[in-house]
């Protein structure tokens, strides 16, 4: 196994830990889907109670780091230049309808920098993470983007109220975290989505920039309204090129 960071090990367990909970959690949705009340409510706890295991884990370790999340909202604690940055489970709506497809993301900011990410699919067990300079890697094993460099043999991901763009082949999974992570892995050649909000994406930033990825600048004060476009270098340009009214 590469080595590590503490920061990137506290990460991994408190993403195992809360994953733990959201697997049992989400065994449960099948026996909810069937009754009248629906799961909603279910599911914004199921979110409330991995948030807590994942905070809970990161402060034993860094009680003064500060939080930016999801559910939670954020805490300036007095470590204001290091804050994580949670999303309990990306991809509710995959979750709220019983479709495995959904992930814990965690990224630390260091002085505005996003310096370490990790984005966990409890379900598949598939775990991508990534430190600055250092690398990306999915479960252990060093990933890459893809080498594609025909756009039309590629397959792109998007989500939101996107357009489809012609001679785009894309793709809707409903999880912005794992999307990222797709295409760090090569999985996905690229990715584009319009408003989403920081703790969607902090993490997979850093994924695909390690991988040998594009991103475009994003403003990390900003917690909300982040467009992102992302993919490898080589059709980085026909991808933008393509995505200009985008």
């Known amino acids: 196994m590469n080595s590590i960071s503490p920061n990137l090990n506290i990460m991994i367990k408190a993403s195992q830990k809360a994953s733990k909970a959201l697997i049992r959690d989400f065994?449960?949705?099948?026996?909810?889907?069937?009754?009248?009340?629906?799961?909603?409510?279910?599911?914004?706890?199921?979110?409330?109670?991995?948030?807590?295991?994942?905070?809970?884990e990161l402060m034993k370790a860094k009680k003064n780091y500060s939080i930016i999340s999801e559910e939670d909202g954020s805490k300036i604690n007095s470590d204001s230049e290091n804050v994580w940055i949670i999303d309990p489970i990306d991809g509710t709506s995959n979750f709220l309808h019983g479709i495995p497809h959904f992930a814990i993301s965690i990224a630390l900011k260091s002085n505005n920098e996003i310096i370490s990410g990790l984005i966990y699919d409890p379900i598949k067990d598939e775990m991508f993470y990534a430190e600055k300079?250092?690398?990306?890697?999915?479960?252990?094993?060093?990933?890459?983007?893809?080498?594609?460099?025909?756009?039309?043999?590629?397959l792109f991901a998007t989500g939101g109220k996107e357009k489809i763009i012609a001679g785009f082949?894309?793709?809707?999974?409903?999880?912005?975290?794992?999307?990222?992570?797709?295409?760090a892995a090569g999985r996905y050649d690229g990715y584009f989505q319009n408003n989403l909000n920081l703790w969607d994406v902090?993490?997979?930033?850093?994924?695909?920039?390690?991988?040998?990825?594009?991103?475009?600048?994003?403003?990390?004060?900003?917690?909300?309204?982040?467009k992102i476009i992302a993919s490898s270098s080589r059709i980085n340009e026909k991808m933008l090129e393509k995505l200009k009214n985008f």
């Open 202 to 226: 902090a993490a997979g930033i850093i994924i695909i920039k390690e991988a040998g990825g594009i991103v475009n600048e994003i403003n990390l004060s900003n917690h909300s309204n982040i």
């Open 169 to 183: 082949i894309t793709r809707k999974t409903g999880s912005a975290a794992l999307d990222m992570a797709y295409v």
């Open 133 to 154: 300079n250092n690398g990306a890697f999915f479960n252990n094993q060093r990933i890459k983007v893809s080498k594609k460099k025909e756009i039309e043999n590629c």
């Open 27 to 56: 065994g449960e949705i099948e026996k909810l889907q069937v009754s009248v009340k629906g799961p909603s409510n279910f599911v914004s706890n199921a979110d409330t109670k991995a948030e807590k295991i994942i905070i809970e």
